[in-house]
């Protein structure tokens, strides 16, 4: 299986910030990687597949970066509606794996 | 808009099987955009995929869970369904069906989920 991992667990971060998670894969995945936001009792929501494509409706403060096994997460200004986890997922072979999270707080 | 719904008793006893539906409104079962899928969440903790299947019926699970998992596709009520046998505490989870699309894929709509609790 191919384990991912994210960096840091949790910050802390003010409204107008510029704030970047990191994620990384066990091995090379190409460009196979997927951003997802959770917020407290609700389903995860796609931000962003495949490393950089923005998903319809996401604001476009939310970019992706990344291939082969190094990726990121950038807000460009974090606004309050985005404290929230952010998770990481490969999609490049199954069994599709997560990254345990980023908690962001405001 | 895709939506998604699951359905399923909230409780379960030790060592019997989780049975839990999808039902699909704004698009169709059969439609061959889309996977269906199953992604857990124990409480407080992270992510896990648990299968898909095609319309088609073929179907991918998660190795962790293969010999106990069995997901099923009904067209002509628009649901998908999950079913994990022989459960223990550990398969106390909030349970989402999802859609898989795209290329490279990506989970896009979710239900909302439902906890499931495996508890005598």
């Known amino acids: 299986d191919i384990q991912m991992t994210q960096s840091p667990s949790s910050l802390s971060a003010s409204v107008g910030d510029r704030v970047t998670i990191t994620c990384r894969a066990s091995q090379s995945i190409t460009a196979h990687l997927n951003w997802y936001q959770q917020k407290p009792g609700k389903a995860p929501k796609l931000l962003i597949y495949g490393a950089s494509g923005l998903q319809s409706g996401v604001p476009s403060r939310f970019s992706g970066s990344g291939s082969g096994t190094d990726f990121t997460l950038t807000i460009s200004s974090l606004q309050p509606e985005d404290s929230a986890t952010y998770y990481c997922?490969?999609?490049?072979?199954?069994?599709?794996?997560f990254g345990p999270g980023t908690k962001v707080d405001i | 808009q895709l939506q998604l719904q699951e359905s399923g008793p909230g409780l379960v006893k030790p060592s019997e099987t989780l049975s839990l539906t999808c039902t699909v409104s704004?698009?169709?079962?059969?439609?061959?955009?889309?996977?269906w899928g199953w992604i857990r969440q124990p409480p407080g903790k992270g992510l896990e995929w648990i299968g898909n299947i095609y319309y088609s019926g073929n179907t991918f699970y998660n190795p962790s869970l293969k010999s106990r998992v069995t997901i099923s596709v009904d067209t002509s009520k628009n649901q998908f369904s999950l079913k994990l046998s022989s459960v223990t505490a550990a398969d106390t989870a909030v349970y989402y069906c999802?859609?898989?699309?795209?290329?490279?894929?990506?989970?896009?709509?979710w239900g909302q989920g439902t906890l499931v609790t495996v508890s005598s």
């Open positions: 997922q490969q999609s490049y072979s199954r069994p599709f794996t």
């Open positions: 999802v859609t898989i699309s795209g290329d490279p894929y990506h989970f896009d709509y």
């Open positions: 704004g698009g169709s079962s059969s439609s061959s955009t889309y996977y």
